[in-house]
């Protein structure tokens, strides 16, 4: 019967179990950030999308290998993958909240303690106790919950951080790569502009040796050629300098630069259009908006978990204890309860609620932060795309010198190709003649090839002729015991004599096939040697001159060169223009923030005021006083009021309040302004109702004491009753207003109703 009963007692308590607070729903960003970008630029696919390794569009090897590095080994990403891990140990402390919390103890004593029913003169004993005890929160307003989906949102938030992290990593990495590859080839560009200027200057030095160039040419070219050596060291620094970041970026020391980065001479281009998809795509791959969104799922779960602590907290718990001495024995050691205990902060609920005030601010801060990391991206991907087709077409100033530099050069290299150009009629034959007789030269090559592979089969041959040695078998004979007679012994000497005489005979054979080799060889040079000849003259006539079309071609080149050169030339001086006018911009910010700096010292004692009145008022509303900070920044006069404490809309409503009041009352000591202020009542919106009182009063202290008025217009339910000082008499600063059209003046805002 008593367990039915409990039944019936928890039955309705979970079946009102519910999350208390705003359910989240996903932010939906503008349709109009759905759509296509507004900015169109050559080499960009607006229809697929970005992939992950965007990296790999460059189909450079020794890129992927460095952001895999990159990835593998950078301290800000180590750093991120360890928040992370954090934020995950969090969700599981969080989790825990739902599980049963248990307690054991145990413990000996030994004393004396009073005690009914003791045995006198006997105080002192033993004593044995334990005890365990369970609980569990019966989450029904799902504070729990929204505290574990809060969790889990910020653990998506710090993953989505470390997702940027990796965005950033790799495109740092690659920035660097490529500044590096670019100042290799700028200044492989600037040494050979070097040698073509050291070359000019030695033309023309000889030409001054022979009468035909000036002293004043000569030290044109040797101008020239200075100032293409002293670009050399700037390319150098630039080139190091990306290297170094490169190695920062792999979490490298500067002197571990990988050897693949250091090899780089040519900067890589995309293999293929680079896709970026629409601004739907862009907001799904942009992990700070994933963040944000994330963020604002965090805090619109705490705002459940603050309206929860406005409800009871109910726990079903139970324990049972142990306690022996010599006096309680028996049955009477052991106790148990068990039951259900209720906790609520009811009627004081102002900490609760302020907690849930501020979980709200906190709400739409992030939902404010989320629709501005949308806009912000939105924008950020246009100006690039913009940037883009701009720096296409200009580029900037350091590029398009390099790319001018080698466009000159190329240029004059072809100018004086058509200078020295000499048009030859009998061109084709000539180049015929001059193929046939390289053929000629590659065949006697090949045959001087295999005669010399011949002469050392013969050499061989020559060195591994020898005779047999008979006194080797006649030693054999007598070491077996056989005696050979004399006449033996003749005929072996005359069998040597007679392979003596062959082997003789096939060595002069040998050597005058070897012979006749050498003389073909001999013979073949000499015939090469006079074809070469021959070629030689041909190919100078062929490179000094040319048939008549070949003539008309190279005039065509030079005339494209030369377009090409002075395009650049164009080009170069508009992106010098516009970066020297963005130079000169930044030097007039840097003057206005100068005189403003000076304006600023001129003021100092206006500025001192400000801040001490902005203090003075602050700390009549808080114990601790508030400060007042104004700087001179690029952008003007940047002025910060802060008031120490939990942020809040009641916070910032205050500092709102002391710095109009600090304005009114400077304008009011020297004469100017209007002469009133005038603030609605929902400027105290959040605030506490004491404080609200305390800011009435303190507007109408200093309006009376500096002499300027302060109106607040405010419904008379939201007047507060009490928090004023003793002898302060609001009802006396309270204006009745009557709306009436009973008479010719009435009317609301100049209505009037029959």
């Given amino acids: 019967m ?18 208390a607070g705003p359910a989240y729903a996903p932010r939906r960003p503008p349709a109009a950030s759905a759509g296509p970008f507004i900015t169109t630029v050559d080499g960009i696919d607006r229809a697929g999308d970005l992939p992950d390794d965007w990296w790999r569009l460059y189909r450079d090897p020794a890129l992927d290998s460095l952001i895999e590095q990159a990835l593998a080994a950078n301290t800000d990403l180590r750093v991120a993958s360890a928040n992370l891990a954090r934020a995950r140990a969090i969700i599981r402390e969080a989790r825990a909240g739902r599980l049963p919390s248990t307690e054991v103890s145990g413990g000996v004593s030994y004393g004396d303690s009073a005690q009914v029913d003791a045995p006198v003169g006997n105080d002192a004993q033993w004593s044995q106790n ?17 505290a574990v989906e809060a969790a889990r949102a910020d653990a998506e938030a710090v993953e989505a951080a470390r997702d940027a992290v990796r965005v950033t990593v790799a495109a740092e990495t690659t920035r660097a790569y490529l500044d590096a590859c670019a100042a290799a080839y700028a200044l492989s560009v600037a040494r050979q502009s070097l040698q073509t200027s050291t070359e000019s200057r030695r033309v023309v030095t000889e030409q001054a040796r022979a009468g035909s160039a000036s002293r004043l040419d000569v030290e044109r070219a040797a101008a020239a050629e200075a100032t293409a050596r002293a670009a050399l060291p700037a390319f150098e620094g630039q080139r190091q300098v990306a290297l170094f970041e490169l190695a920062a970026l792999l979490g490298t020391t500067p002197d571990d630069v990988p050897e693949t980065a250091r090899l780089c001479a040519v900067p890589p281009e995309p293999a293929a259009a680079v896709p970026i998809g629409d601004g739907a795509a862009l907001l799904r791959r942009r992990p700070d908006l994933r963040q944000a969104e994330r963020q604002l799922a965090a805090d619109t779960a705490r705002i ?7 409800y009871p907290v109910i726990s079903l ?4 204890t142990f306690f022996r001495n010599d006096v309680v024995r028996g049955s009477d050691s052991f106790s148990f309860s068990l039951g259900p205990l209720l906790s609520w902060r009811f009627p004081n609920m102002s900490v609760a609620r302020a907690r849930l005030l501020q979980a709200e601010a906190r709400g739409a801060a992030s939902l404010a932060a989320f629709d501005g990391k949308v806009i912000t991206a939105l924008k950020e991907v246009e100006q690039a795309l913009a940037i883009v087709g701009l720096g296409r077409y200009f580029g900037t100033a350091a590029d398009l010198r390099t790319k001018m530099t080698v466009a000159e050069a190329r240029a004059r290299r072809l100018r004086d190709q058509v200078s020295t150009f000499t048009v030859v009629p009998e061109y084709t034959e000539m180049e015929k003649e001059a193929s046939r007789i390289t053929r000629e030269i590659s065949t006697l090559n090949d045959d001087n090839t295999a005669d010399r592979e011949l002469i050392l089969q013969l050499q061989a041959a020559i060195d591994s002729e020898a005779p047999p040695a008979s006194t080797s078998l006649d030693r054999l004979y007598r070491e077996a015991g056989v005696v050979l007679p004399g ?9 040597e004599e007679f392979h003596q005489a062959i082997v003789q005979n096939r060595r002069s054979h040998l050597t005058s096939e070897v012979q006749a080799a050498e003389d073909r060889i001999s013979k073949r040079d000499r015939t090469r040697e006079s074809l070469d000849q021959r070629r030689r003259e041909l190919m100078g006539i062929l490179q000094s001159g040319g048939a008549l079309e070949h003539y008309a071609l190279l005039q065509q080149e030079a005339g494209r060169a030369e377009a ?10 508009t992106a010098e223009e516009i970066e020297s006018t963005k130079a000169e911009l930044d030097i007039e910010r840097a003057r206005l923030l100068k005189t403003l700096q000076d304006d600023h010292h001129e003021r100092e004692s206006l500025i001192e005021e400000a801040i001490l009145v902005f203090e003075d008022l602050s700390n009549a509303l808080y114990e601790k006083a508030g400060s007042l900070t104004i700087s001179a920044t690029t952008n003007g006069p940047q002025v910060d009021v802060r008031i120490d404490g939990q942020r809040s809309k009641g916070i910032t409503n205050m500092q709102i309040f002391c710095f109009d009041l600090m304005i009114a009352e400077l304008a009011a000591r020297r004469g100017i302004g209007p002469g009133f202020l005038v603030h609605d009542s929902h400027l105290f ?13 303190l507007g109408a202290d200093h309006a009376a004491s500096v002499g300027f008025q302060y109106i607040v217009t405010m419904n008379s339910d939201a007047l507060p009753r009490d928090g004023f000082r003793e002898g302060f008499d609001v009802s006396a600063h309270v204006i009745d207003v009557k709306l ?15």
Avoid at 317 to 320: D, E, I, P, T, V
Avoid at 487 to 495: A, I, M, N, P
């Fill in 304 to 310: 459940g978990v603050a309206t929860a602590d406005l």
């Fill in 130 to 146: 334990a005890g365990v005890a369970l609980s569990w929160e019966a989450d029904l307003f799902g504070r729990i919950g929204r």
């Fill in 317 to 320: 718990g139970g324990s049972g």
């Fill in 487 to 495: 006449s033996v012994g003749k005929r072996f000497e005359e069998v």
């Fill in 685 to 697: 919106d959040g605030v506490d109702e004491r404080q609200v009182a305390k800011a009435l009063q």
């Fill in 740 to 754: 009436t059209d009973a008479t010719d003046s009435g009317g609301l805002f100049g209505m009037r109703f029959n």
């Fill in 564 to 573: 090409d050169a002075e395009g650049l030339r164009q080009r170069l001086k």
């Fill in 2 to 19: 008593r367990k039915s009963r409990l039944s019936l007692i928890l039955l309705p308590l979970l079946a009102s179990a519910c999350a």
